[in-house]
């Protein structure tokens, strides 16, 4: 009989692509994935380290299902991804409800772990094994059938920001092998997929060599352009360090990657990108925008910004202003600092929380005006929408455009998969409503 897996995960799109390479792992050993949590065997909790007071979301999370599980077996509790990589043994001593703690450099030996436990052994497992790792799910094909699917090509990351805690979660960087990316999109593209985004924790540092050739991000690109039910090709997360000439060429070249750059700078003042170990300057940033603009005067941006990163004066931060104000980035994450255990930036001083607030404020408004302005842009205009799936408890689909702005559409579930015109008759700063312009479907 098959044991049920109940798998949640907390994140970026590196850890939805984890968690559903984590099941196509179990699935070997008798598992079926439920999304009744009430009711599973394992319950697996995929975590992410970099938001605000990630640690703490873990064990409530943990917390909650303790309760549901009061009165009635317990499941097998495993915390996975880079808390549990930051936490390891100390999460089993914490919180004796979890059973097994792994790293995401360790998801090759989930099997074994759930085996394992069989024996009842408290079980940790945070080496940083990455180039195992691959080999292992290389061998596991991709069962994932969405439209709009991720594609891991490189983890970690050597940048060593002074507020990021990636190096010691991810470990250092590692490009996956050119022909096995490949392999995985051709099974991604069988499933149905008609959109796919290279995932990265710096995605476009992407660098591997074989045979003496080299390839990089723009390689992988250009060979997934000749994907013919391929629709669409995204990439995230960038480092503006690494937009190298052959990338940015990309955009010329390729018909198929979508003119929208989520590239983080997370501040628009050069003292701050300094104390950050950024690497990078504004003007190199503002270089880089105005290539891009040149070869595409429709590319559009969205960026990371930290507010009130330790030492930051209003001046800085009014530089970072007028960095939004000169973008204006459509679709941007801000959130105030806020320090990780073992950074650099762990133990600086804190700016006033009230100075914080007002700050963050401010730039929320920019972005969001710019973001909203965006969408109205889009009003009573008909737009290339690919559609992805149903909304539940709704006669609608959802989709997205080129700018990765979500689209809700009253139409047939025949349109699923399908690139299609749309006519937007309203939206609000997080959507675009419409309905699809005429029954005959469109290739994009």
């Known amino acids: 009989?098959?044991?049920?897996?109940?798998i949640k995960t907390f994140g970026?799109?590196?850890?939805?692509?984890?968690?559903?390479r984590i099941y196509d792992s179990v699935k070997k050993i008798g598992f079926i994935k439920t999304e009744d949590q009430k009711n599973t065997d394992c319950y697996i909790l995929n975590t992410c380290h970099i938001r605000d007071k990630a640690k703490e979301k873990v064990y409530h999370e943990v917390g909650r299902i303790k309760k549901i599980y009061k009165n009635k077996n317990k499941p097998l509790m495993i915390v996975a991804g880079c808390v549990a990589q930051a936490e390891n043994e100390e999460m089993l001593k914490r919180e004796p409800f979890i059973d097994v703690v792994i790293g995401p450099q360790a998801y090759h030996k989930i099997n074994n772990v759930l085996e394992?436990?069989?024996?009842?052994?408290?079980?940790?497992?945070?080496?940083?094994d990455t180039i195992t790792k691959f080999e292992y799910?290389?061998?596991?094909?991709n069962s994932n059938n969405k439209v709009s699917s991720f594609l891991t090509i490189q983890e970690g990351c050597d940048k060593f920001c002074n507020f990021c805690v990636v190096p010691f979660t991810r470990g250092p960087e590692y490009s996956r092998p050119f022909d096995k990316i490949i392999k995985e999109a051709e099974e991604l593209v069988k499933n149905g997929a008609k959109e796919i985004t290279l995932l990265g924790q710096n995605v476009n540092a992407y660098f591997y060599e074989n045979n003496k050739k080299k390839y990089r991000l723009s390689n992988?690109?250009?060979e997934l352009e000749k994907f013919s039910e391929l629709n669409r090709i995204r990439y995230t997360t960038s480092h503006p360090k690494d937009m190298t000439e052959d990338l940015i060429e990309c955009y010329s070249t390729n018909k198929k990657l979508m003119p929208f750059v989520h590239l983080p700078i997370q501040s628009g003042s050069n003292k701050i990108l300094r104390l950050m170990n950024r690497k990078h300057t504004v003007e190199e940033y503002l270089d880089i925008y105005k290539k891009l603009k040149k070869i595409n005067s429709s590319i559009e941006f969205?960026?990371?910004f930290i507010i009130s990163y330790p030492g930051e004066t209003d001046e800085d931060f009014n530089e970072t202003i007028e960095l939004v104000k000169k973008i204006k980035f459509i679709n941007s994450f801000s959130f105030i600092f806020s320090p990780r255990p073992g950074t650099k930036s762990a133990g600086l001083e804190l700016i006033n929380k009230d100075i914080s607030k007002e700050r963050l404020i401010k730039i929320q408004k920019y972005l969001f005006d710019h973001q909203l302005k965006m969408n109205k842009s889009f009003e009573n205009?008909?737009?290339?929408?690919?559609?992805?799936?149903?909304?539940?408890?709704?006669?609608?689909?959802f989709g997205r455009n080129k700018y990765l702005n979500s689209v809700i559409i009253d139409g047939n579930e025949k349109f699923i998969g399908k690139s299609i015109k749309v006519k937007i008759d309203s939206c609000n700063q997080n959507n675009l409503f419409g309905k699809v312009e005429n029954e005959k479907m469109r290739a994009a």
């Open 1 to 6: 009989m098959n044991k049920k897996v109940f």
């Open 12 to 20: 970026c799109q590196m850890n939805q692509y984890d968690s559903n």
């Open 116 to 128: 394992n436990h069989i024996k009842k052994q408290k079980l940790e497992e945070t080496e940083f």
């Open 137 to 141: 799910f290389d061998k596991i094909k």
């Open 220 to 222: 992988l690109i250009n």
């Open 302 to 304: 969205s960026s990371d």
């Open 381 to 397: 205009k008909s737009i290339d929408v690919l559609v992805e799936n149903k909304l539940e408890d709704q006669n609608k689909l």
